[in-house]
């Protein structure tokens, strides 16, 4: 069974530094790896996704690399905001989907 | 619509109750998924459906079944309640007709409590 973790749990940070969240994930054999951010109270908000074949993925402040031989992604957030506030999640999909238990960002103003 | 939505919001149900969550996509996504969402656990994929028609189980499917009758909806059945199935529920969905390949998308959830 795959596993997924997340390393900080929680983090905190002044706003407008450069931040990195680390995924980890015990089977290389997967299809794809997705990034999601989720507010209290609410769904999942699909960020980034990089394929098997990719290794890394862009859009705006975020970046969100792959190295599946290592078992290891990263969302690098550039420039944080109060807005980015919240938890993120990161999930491989392969034959079945897992989940990590995500780390709550809080960016102080 | 536009996306997903979730039916009820949330629902304080009995044990014993059968209850059915409520999944709708305007997406025409072939794949459509089941997770609850539990503190310290994480989301975990309760069932799934490739294609309408076709159903298979996730990580933690008892207690629970699920029917795909066309492309656009996706139920979920509780048969009997019972307290552990207290949870945070999502529907999701996904522009693949093979599982795990498609970016997923996910609705707003269903708050149940069951006492």
């Known amino acids: 069974k795959q596993e997924v973790t997340q390393i900080p749990a929680a983090l905190s940070v002044p706003e407008g530094e450069n931040l990195v969240l680390n995924c980890s994930f015990t089977?290389?054999?997967?299809?794809?790896l997705q990034w999601f951010r989720q507010d209290p109270g609410k769904g999942l908000t699909s960020l980034l996704l990089?394929?098997?074949?990719?290794r890394e993925q862009t859009s705006g402040r975020l970046n969100a690399s792959l190295d599946k031989s290592s078992g290891r992604s990263t969302l690098y957030i550039a420039a944080s905001q109060p807005g980015d506030s919240a938890t993120y999640l990161c999930?491989?999909?392969?034959?079945?989907?897992?989940f990590g238990t995500g780390t709550s960002l809080t960016v102080i103003p | 619509i536009a996306g997903i939505t979730q039916a009820p919001t949330s629902q304080i149900l009995a044990a014993g109750r059968r209850m059915t969550l409520r999944c709708t996509q305007d997406?025409?996504?072939?794949?459509m998924y089941w997770y609850r969402q539990d503190l310290g656990l994480g989301l975990r994929l309760i069932h799934y459906?490739?294609?309408?028609?076709?159903?298979g189980k996730g990580e933690v499917p008892d207690g629970y079944s699920v029917s795909r009758a066309n492309t656009d909806d996706f139920p979920l059945t509780l048969a009997s309640a019972v307290p552990s199935q207290t949870s945070v529920y999502f529907c999701?969905?996904?522009?693949?007709?093979?599982?795990?390949?498609?970016?997923?998308?996910f609705g707003p959830g269903t708050r149940l409590t069951v006492l």
């Open positions: 999701a969905s996904s522009d693949s007709s093979t599982s795990g390949m498609g970016e997923q998308f």
């Open positions: 089977d290389s054999a997967i299809y794809n």
């Open positions: 990089i394929q098997s074949s990719q």
């Open positions: 999930a491989t999909t392969g034959n079945q989907f897992y």
């Open positions: 997406m025409r996504h072939n794949a």
């Open positions: 459906s490739n294609t309408a028609g076709t159903t």
